[in-house]
Every structure is written in C-alpha cells, then in structure tokens.
C-alpha cells in the first residue's frame, strides 16, 4: 500500500453486487409486454419480447438515470411501430387512456418486426433515435397510484404483492404473487467484501430507491460490510431543497455525481483514494465529475459485447475495467 489510510470503495449495486438480470431487466420486458395486453394481436407478440442482451445495448446508451426510465425508452421504441390515436389533451383517467388507447392500436407489424430482427430494440434506437412518445409521456406522469401506469406495472411486477401493498400502501392489482425482487443473487463472494471492508471503507450509491436498496442488503446479509450507503431517495431529497431554494428542479441522478461527492465528504481526511465501481458509461462518468478524485472500475457485466462495453467504459473514464470482483484485491495493492 502507498498509505496506512484505507481505502474508500463506493460501489454501484445493480449489476456490480447483484445480478438484476432475472428481476429489474426482466421486469423491462415484463412491463412491456402487459404495456401492450389491451391491443389487437397482443396475444400473439413473441415470449420474449426481445433478448436480455438487446436490452443490455439500450442500458448501455445512456442517459438513463434507472429502470423506470428505460422501460419508458423500451416502450417509446416499440411504439414506432404502431399506429396510435390522437391523445390531444383529454383529460381522461391515466388508467383509462392507458385501455381505450391500446383498444384502438394493432400490434401486427411490432409483432412481425419482434420476430424478424435478432436485436430489434437496437435497430430501432439506431434508426429513430431516444424517442420521447407522447403516451409514454402521460402515462409515466407522476408516481404510484397518481397517474404513472407503467411505473406502478413495474413496481408490482417487481415487488410483488406484499411488498408492493407495505411500501406505497395501495392494494396491489397486477401481481398477486411473488416479486421479481426475489430472483436477485448476489455477483460478489460474500467473503471479499468482509476482507475489504476489514481494511478499507465501504459504501454504496445506487439509483435503487431506499426500500429497493436494503432487501437484497438484509437478505444476503450485508448491512454490516457497508459503512454507508445512498440511494434515489437521498438524490430526490435534495433535489426537492435545491429547488425551493432556486425555483428550478436538476436531476442529482448518475451521471450527476452528487452521490459521490456526499460519500467523498463523509470520509475526508480518513482515506488514501477513492475508487467507484459501476457496469454503465454513466457510472465512469459521474466517477470523472466528482468534486474529489475517484478512480473510475468499470465491470463487465450484461453486454453482449463484451469488448464494445470495455472500449465504452473507458471511454466514459474507466481507468480499469474488471470481469469479476474478485480482481479488486489486485488493483487496490
């Protein structure tokens, strides 16, 4: 070691500790599809809609400050292929223009188009571009139970019924069964993160909001290995007291390094270098923004392009990129 000072090591959760592949990327997919149930030829649309690893190229683009909002890209996208009817400016129930909307769309040529392409969300971003549809503009308004439809599809898929009910306290419509949140496995020995966290300090910064975040941290047992940890629900926070202060609203989400600079501050003086470990461009991003230095790790995780994700995080500033945990060790040496 240069220094008898530890270490910090603020790590991403999602795709960096655990593998979301089987829950939040599913529930992209799931969300989707139930998105679409209300539209002729919906029971024919393919099982999958489209492959984990063309949803891992829409992650990869960017911009996206968490899962919500991609499902709302992955939705836009699918969209330009159907013909919709005009929205105007109803004032109609979130609920009831999400039905009588989709009533009037036909999913023949999505469908067609799904079963034809291998990547068909890639070439649909490559061709139009981040869409912004104006559906998925009103029916992704507001939050659960006040008018965002596909966010409240999404958090019972996720969550599942009990969970759903205990965090936004509504009766759950879509899911009566388990959520997704419990097909979650952890991507990092356990053990490794005890020896680190031994003689380095730890932490988290996650888009995951609070609740979201300490589940998989109380179910695999790792509140102890953390000294601190950050989530949606610390950005919104402070979002809300910047903007009374100013009038005007900034998203503290990655690729915004608020996250970042809180953990830095908590731990000044206290540690030799600060490292972040995340799997998107973002990730590296907000690590090369920080108002203190942060050595960027980038972690391979879900593209199918594993050399094109490389070439992307250290673009984005990786001055590592790692395949496994395991590695970290090694470079901390």
Known sequence: MNSCKPHLIVFDMDGVIVDVSESYRECIRQTARLFF???????????????????AEIKQSGGLNNDWETTYRVISLLLTLVELPDIGDTAEDAAAL?????????????NEYLRSKPFPLKNLLHSAGPVENRLVKRLSSG???????IKQIFQELYLGKDLFESIYHL?????????????????????????????HRLAIATGRPKAEAAY???????????SLVLTLDDCLQEEKKRERRTG????????????????AQQFAGKVHENYYIGDM??????????????????????SPDAERARLMLMKAGARHVIEDLGELPYLLA
């Open 216 to 226: 998989p941290l109380n179910r695999f047992s790792l509140h102890d290995v953390f």
């Open 171 to 199: 009766p759950a419509g879509i899911n009566p069964g388990d959520g997704l949140i419990n097909r979650e496995a952890l991507m990092v020995d356990p053990r490794l993160l005890q020896v680190l966290s031994r003689h």
């Open 98 to 110: 999400w039905r009588t909307s989709l009533q009037q769309c036909d999913l023949l040529r999505l």
């Open 281 to 302: 461009p973002d990730d590296m991003i907000a690590a090369k923004r920080a108002s203190v230095p942060f050595v960027g790790i980038g972690k391979l995780s879900s």
């Open 143 to 149: 939050d659960v139970g006040s008018g965002n439809i």
């Open 37 to 55: 149930q209300n539209a002729g030829a919906a029971a024919e649309m393919p099982d999958p809609l489209f492959s984990l690893e063309d949803l």
């Open 248 to 263: 005007a609203r900034t998203s503290l989400s990655k690729p915004h390094p608020y996250m970042l600079n809180v953990i």
